[in-house]
């Protein structure tokens, strides 16, 4: 194991780069990185209509998030790898397609994880906000929004996470990324598909505990945070009484 290690290490983290396209750990960070980053409009987007006043909107929104949820995400690559070409009329590179179903597929997922921190979220600042003449989209933008994409910050790491993972299906169409790596590295060792695989799972493994330590860090401060605003409310609310009385 050591000595695939030693052999294919570099393979195995960056691809063939710089002489050749980038691929392993670095390229699954990469589309990792990008997906979470497109796919947080979308995401937010869908939270809004999915609590919109507007039925039609919300219906809309609902049939999205029930639709991509209802299929396989190997199927919206599929989908996106012989669609795209169709739509745009230009061939997209296997990482674009992974990019693209990323993006759709978890528009829905982590638009839910900001629609349950919008809903979580006291309706007294949303009825204060509107009192003191603000309008819903005023309300939603400078109010309530911000307090649910902070609160929301521990599920966008754990949504990282499964990104992560998700894109070692980006094998099957020829993407270059981790798992592509280990299967050319079996594909040439022939003889130790054993040691191959355990070497990919570690990998894995270190990327995710890490984001996953790093996301619990994440909730502690987020966690923390809400309990010191929530005193300074309370000392807040004393002190008034205090006054009055």
Same mark, same amino acid.
């Given at each position: ?8 290490? #570099? ?42 006043? +507007? ?28 669609? #795209? ?35 979580? #979220? ?50 099957? +169409? ?72």
């Amino acid at each position: 194991m050591i000595e695939i290690i030693s052999q294919y290490g #570099l393979s195995l983290l960056v691809g063939q780069y710089p002489n050749g396209p980038l691929g392993g750990v670095a390229l699954t960070l990469v589309m990792s990185v990008a997906a979470l980053l497109a796919a947080f409009p979308v995401a937010v987007m869908v939270a809004v209509a999915r609590t919109s006043p +507007i039925r039609a909107i919300r219906r809309a929104a609902s049939f999205y998030v029930s639709m991509v949820r209802g299929i396989p995400l190997l199927l919206i690559i599929f989908w996106a790898y012989f669609v #795209l070409p169709l739509v745009t009329g230009v061939t997209t590179s296997a990482v674009v397609t992974v990019i693209c179903a990323l993006v759709i597929y978890e528009g829905a997922y982590l638009g839910e994880a900001i629609r349950a921190a919008l809903q979580a #979220l006291p309706k007294g600042q949303n009825e204060a906000a509107r009192s003191l003449g603000m309008s819903y989209t005023a309300t939603l933008f400078k109010v309530i929004l911000p307090q649910a994409l902070f609160n929301c910050l521990p599920s966008m790491m754990n949504q990282f996470v499964l990104i992560v993972k998700n894109t070692s299906l980006a094998y099957i +169409i020829g993407a270059h990324e981790l798992t592509f790596s280990a299967n050319g590295i079996n594909a040439q060792l022939l003889t130790r598909p054993f040691e191959v695989y355990v070497i990919l799972a570690a990998l894995y493994f270190v990327i995710c505990y890490s984001l996953s330590r790093f996301s619990r860090t994440l909730e502690r401060r987020v966690l923390r945070k809400r309990l010191g605003m929530s005193g300074r409310r309370t000392d807040s609310k004393s002190s008034l009484a205090q006054a009055s009385s």
